[in-house]
């Protein structure tokens, strides 16, 4: 294994406390209410606290918090584009980066970033993408980040939301906002925005329909800008859940456009009446 | 070209220095301080990478390879100290828009590694012909359990010392360009250091000044 | 026009605030940005703080984790901090692994921990030569505007006396450990390091707590680290314009002060964050 140089090193092996804890862990409950009190089977999503331009160096930023899962984002740009191949010519670039902080799980992350959070950063490319009005920035390059400063489950979900707004508030044309919204199918029943633990246990007995959903959500044109979905579902679940994913979008989407108001009057304070 | 640095209140160890011992790069020296040894040479002004360009000065890069494996952290913490006291001392400003690159091998550490570093720095700049406001030199001073200063310290005084600094002074003023610490010491025998570094300095730069003056008068 | 001004000549447009004993934003050139600390925010951390000094904004998280001590040190378990700037906090730094203001940061608060004592590493071991806990002090920076050192000092700070260890015991029949995450407790913090940073300004001005603006016009920086008794931690100086020993007393004495304002500050919010639980 190459050693890390730059950085401070730790002893070679280390191992999470939790490995040994003596009790294990109780199972989740596979009917009844969830652990934090939401029911099941219907669209509950966690009550979300959204705040703009948080970051006095970036061009736009945004903070949300939806239970525990806390992200923050950031946008830079539009600057003139590093690679200069034909393509960037006429359309702009967006790129993304999506990064855990090594405390946000349950076990310690790697300060090197993992196949995990490429997966994620291309996913949240693709979601983005079609929302914004690149034609309209040629040869230039928009920067997103995106850091997990906590996760407690659908971190896509709201890193696609948390980044769209950040684009918003740093003033990039934009067909549309995108809103995220996850939900976890476990047998008969499902979850919406689903915890860290629910995404990471599998209650029911049963091995069918098993599986995630996240879907990017394009809410005053009414289109899907990015579905990921992974386990073992039927087609009937699958359509039933993209659709609770989008009344899931529905229900943050007046908070999101309320945080995105008081930003805009904030830069731009209405003319005072006298 | 050694020779003795003894005295009554500031000790330091044999000082040795050797200018121009490599072909390649502009300017090099090796700088000895009893067992430590550090090998440096300076390439430049050369042309510089776009992306690092300065408009109005030159930029200087250091780099500290260590005797065994690759640069760490703490490496790059001692090239940063020593960059940014070159960079004070140097008049950049007369050569903009090109590099220098300044490059300390540790041949062998045996205490006060970072002041070897500063010496061995200053020496290579002088000999590279770069223009410069002022020469510097690098001290360190170790404060024994039972509250003495010991100056140079070699690798076992610097273990069984509970405080260490290492300053680096100007040849003008005898004033502190640089300064890094390690332990906890009280703000009268951090000032107490720096007086005795300031000694210590003028024994170095007089050092220089015979070591310089004896390699010209080979050559002329 | 200010604002022109102020792109052109920066730094003609710094020195005619300076000139008048203020700075650009309405600061003394001896005060501190406001500081604000929210400790014990992030749970899925064993400890966490996170720092706003004006704007610059630092978060750190320690996370504990279990390891064989080494040989030569089988009574003392293991401190590793590491210092981040990822791209986020500023379109200075660039995504790749650290860059070099962020590795010698983190050494520079490697050296702190060690020079302060502030952990006595002994405390860390939980059976001599088997087992012993590494505290990973993860410092992220989240909004960059000068003062990088002080702000990951305090809170480092915060977050080592926010962390709660869960017990651990050896089970003598397996001689595995046995970890119950329902009995926890704090750290033993031993000192209360805090950094003071200053600029210097055409050789002479002295600023402190330096903005991003400001920290690059400067022509030298100065990191003074003081603990509750007085005593210097570290006096940290990379580089940059020579400073006469009667200058150097004076940040020191700037530096006491501003320990004994950031103490105050952490067992505040230690306090109100028990007296809420």
Not at chain 3, 163 to 181: A, C, H, K
Not at chain 3, 233 to 251: I, R, Y
């Amino acid at each position: 294994m190459p050693t890390d140089t730059k950085r401070v090193r730790g002893p070679e092996v280390s191992q999470s406390p939790l490995l040994f804890v003596s009790k294990p862990a109780t199972a989740l409950p596979s009917h009844g209410p969830r652990t934090d009190g939401r029911p099941r089977d219907q669209v509950d999503v966690r009550p979300v606290f959204v705040r703009c331009g948080l970051v006095s160096q970036a061009k736009g930023s945004a903070y949300i918090e939806a239970g525990n899962t806390k992200l923050m984002s950031c946008v830079y740009g539009p600057r003139e584009t590093e690679r200069k191949d034909e393509t960037d010519m006429k359309c702009g670039r967006l790129t993304t980066d999506m990064r855990f902080a090594p405390f946000s799980c349950p076990e310690r992350g790697s300060w090197i970033q993992g196949s995990q959070d490429k997966d994620l950063s291309l996913m949240l490319h693709e979601s983005l993408q079609p929302a914004v009005c690149l034609h309209k920035y040629p040869r230039s390059q928009i920067e997103v980040n995106v850091m997990v400063l906590e996760n407690s489950g659908s971190v896509l979900a709201h890193a696609v939301t948390c980044a769209s707004l950040a684009l918003a508030d740093a003033g990039i044309e934009m067909y549309d906002l995108v809103l995220g919204c996850a939900v976890r199918q476990d047998g008969s029943s499902y979850v919406v925005d689903p915890t860290y633990k629910e995404e990471n246990s599998c209650s029911s007995a049963s091995s069918e329909n098993q599986g995630g959903l996240t879907v990017a959500f394009l809410p005053s044109l009414n289109q899907i800008s990015g579905l990921q979905s992974d386990g073992e579902m039927t087609e009937e679940t699958l359509t039933a859940g993209v659709r609770t994913c989008i009344e899931g979008c529905y229900k943050i989407y007046p908070v999101i456009q309320q945080a995105l108001a008081k930003a805009v009057r904030r830069a731009a304070p209405p003319p005072s009446e006298s | 070209m050694m020779e003795v640095c003894g005295s009554s209140n500031v000790s330091l160890r044999e000082f040795g220095c050797e200018q121009s011992l490599l072909s390649r790069p502009d300017g090099s020296a090796s700088f000895i301080q009893g067992d430590t040894s550090v090998l440096a040479g300076v390439y430049g002004p050369a042309e510089v990478k776009v992306s690092k360009e300065i408009y109005d000065r030159a930029t200087l890069e250091v780099l500290v390879q260590p005797k065994v494996g690759l640069p760490s952290v703490r490496e790059r913490s001692q090239e940063q100290c020593v960059r940014e006291t070159c960079e004070a001392s140097l008049l950049s400003s007369l050569h903009p828009r090109s590099s220098l690159t300044l490059i300390l091998q540790v041949l062998h550490d045996d205490g006060s590694l970072l002041s070897c570093f500063l010496n061995a720095a200053c020496m290579a700049l002088m000999d590279a012909g770069l223009p410069m406001s002022c020469l510097f030199c690098g001290v360190t001073c170790a404060i024994h359990a039972d509250g003495q200063i010991i100056t140079d310290p070699t690798a076992a005084q610097e273990k069984e010392s509970r405080a260490l600094m290492t300053f680096a002074i100007d040849s003008t003023e005898h004033k502190v360009l640089m300064s890094s610490t390690k332990g906890s010491f009280s703000v009268h025998e951090l000032q107490q250091c720096i007086a005795v570094s300031q000694k210590a300095s003028e024994k170095i730069f007089q050092f220089y000044r015979d070591s310089v003056r004896r390699r010209y008068s080979k050559t002329l | 026009m200010a604002a022109g001004f102020k792109t052109a000549e920066p730094l003609e447009y710094h020195r005619s605030f300076l000139k008048e004993n203020c700075r650009p934003d309405g600061r003394d050139l001896s005060e501190f940005r406001a500081t604000t600390l929210n400790i014990g925010s992030i749970s899925t951390a064993d400890g966490s703080a996170l720092v706003k000094v004006g704007n610059t904004t630092v978060i750190c998280g320690i996370k504990a984790e279990l390891a064989n001590p080494t040989v030569e040190a089988p009574g003392k378990g293991y401190i590793v901090p590491n210092v981040d700037l990822p791209p986020l906090c500023s379109s200075r730094f660039r995504p790749g692994p650290p860059g070099e203001q962020a590795q010698a940061a983190s050494q520079f608060i490697a050296d702190v921990i060690e020079s302060s004592e502030l952990i006595h590493t002994e405390d860390l071991c939980i059976e001599r030569g088997k087992l012993c806990w590494v505290l990973y002090c993860d410092i992220m920076c989240l909004d960059y505007d000068g003062n990088l050192l002080d702000a990951c000092v305090i809170a480092l700070l915060g977050a080592l006396k926010n962390t709660q260890l869960p017990e651990v015991t050896i089970n003598t029949e397996t001689s595995g450990p046995e970890v119950n995450l329902e009995k926890r407790h704090g750290l033993q913090i031993h000192k209360h390091p805090v950094g003071a940073s200053f600029c210097v300004f055409d050789d002479s001005i002295l600023i402190v707590d330096p903005t991003a603006e400001e920290e690059c016009l400067s022509t030298a920086q100065l990191t003074v680290v003081t603990d509750e008794e007085g005593r210097l931690c570290s006096v940290h100086k990379p580089g940059g314009t020579s400073l006469s020993a009667e200058k150097l007393q004076e940040f020191i004495c700037r530096a006491t002060a501003r320990q004994k304002e950031i103490q105050k500050l952490i067992d505040k919010v230690i306090h109100s964050v028990k007296t809420a639980q």
